[in-house]
């Protein structure tokens, strides 16, 4: 099984500022079937980006994503009040689906 | 659009079972498979395995195999997740999910299951 492991545990930025939030894979994933999520307290998680870098449908373009093998990059340019919220990625390889421990965004 | 509504929290005693629903509308149910993924208190989320739409078939992580039954309705557009043997590590929010191409596009609101004596 493929473990995804996400840093930081916690990132600590003011409105208006740059966010850089990594995944790094124990064995190479399929640029494909990599993909990031947001979620909000008491709310079900909303897909930002798949395949790597494609944003999914209604994200704004402040959200970016980039890399291959096993480093990956959720990169938002301006934050805005709502996207403080927690980040996971994701993937898919072999039948099988992980998640990483995600990545706390809070205010500073 | 497409959308899931789940069924409401349920508590249950260690060693019940649980079964949750999940409706989907929007799209062509027999189209794509219903996952499920699970969320305990603080961790991280779990995929616990998916049914098709068409035939039915499933697909389970390892970790739940033999505890775990997904099936669907297609009449109804509903699929369900019955966990059963509960214990109190099971405690968490169950979420249904699609997964048409190459990620989690769609999620139900989440069901939470408490498991308490």
């Known amino acids: 099984e493929i473990v995804l492991t996400q840093s930081p545990g916690t990132l600590s930025l003011s409105p208006g500022e740059r966010a850089t939030l990594s995944c790094r894979a124990s064995q190479s994933v399929s640029s494909r079937y990599l993909a990031w999520y947001q979620q909000k307290p008491g709310q079900a998680p909303r897909l930002l980006i798949h395949?790597?870098?494609s944003r999914a449908t209604g994200i704004p373009d402040r959200f970016s994503g980039s890399g291959s093998a096993t480093d990956f990059t959720l990169s938002i340019s301006r934050l805005e009040p709502e996207d403080f919220a927690v980040y996971y990625c994701?993937?898919?390889?072999?039948?099988?689906?992980?998640f990483g421990q995600g990545t706390k965004l809070e205010i500073k | 659009q497409v959308q899931f509504v789940q069924s409401g929290a349920e508590v249950k005693r260690p060693g019940a079972s649980v079964k949750v629903s999940c409706k989907a509308s929007?799209?062509?149910?027999?189209?794509?498979?219903i996952h499920w993924v699970r969320q305990a208190p603080g961790q991280r989320l779990e995929w616990m395995g998916w049914v098709s739409g068409d035939r039915g078939n499933t697909k389970y992580s390892e970790k739940f195999q033999g505890r775990v039954t997904m099936t669907r309705d297609t009449s109804a557009t509903t699929a369900y997740m019955e966990l059963s043997s509960l214990r109190s590590e099971d405690t968490a929010v169950y979420y249904c999910?699609?997964?048409?191409?190459?990620?989690?596009?769609?999620w139900g609101q989440g069901t939470m299951v408490t498991v308490s004596s």
């Open positions: 395949g790597a870098s």
């Open positions: 999910a699609r997964f048409p191409a190459d990620a989690f596009d769609m």
């Open positions: 994701q993937q898919y390889g072999s039948s099988l689906y992980t």
């Open positions: 929007g799209y062509t149910f027999s189209n794509y498979a």
